[in-house]
């Protein structure tokens, strides 16, 4: 069974930074960042393909940037100017073909 793995999240202040880090144990064409807060639903953040193409929400395009690196099946987050409402847990997310697999989640709490 595939494992994704997430690291790096953390208590950070407002206009912080954090990167997170998720390893997966397989391979996929789509791997990615879901988020979700308190009393709310999950939702996307950003996604990068296998090739290198990315689209983000739009409420963090210009502060947050994802990459991978194929040959470690690695996914990074790289999220800047951090805002009290990007608190959540953040799950990293893989697909290939009709498959797809979540990470246990990793907390990001902003907060002065």
């Known amino acids: 069974q595939v494992q994704l793995v997430e690291s790096g999240g953390g208590l950070v202040h407002p206009g912080g930074s954090l990167r997170l880090s998720c390893v997966s144990s397989?391979?996929?064409?789509?791997m990615g960042w879901y988020r979700q807060a308190p009393g709310k639903q999950r939702e996307l953040v950003a996604l990068i393909t296998s090739g290198g193409s990315t689209s983000y929400d739009n409420s963090v395009k210009g502060r947050f940037t994802i990459s991978r690196d194929n040959a470690k099946n690695t996914v990074y987050l790289q999220m800047n100017s951090l805002k009290p409402d990007d608190t959540a847990v953040y799950y990293c997310y893989a697909r290939g073909g009709s498959y797809n697999t979540w990470g246990q989640g990793t907390q990001v709490t902003v907060s002065s």
């Open positions: 397989g391979s996929f064409n789509v």
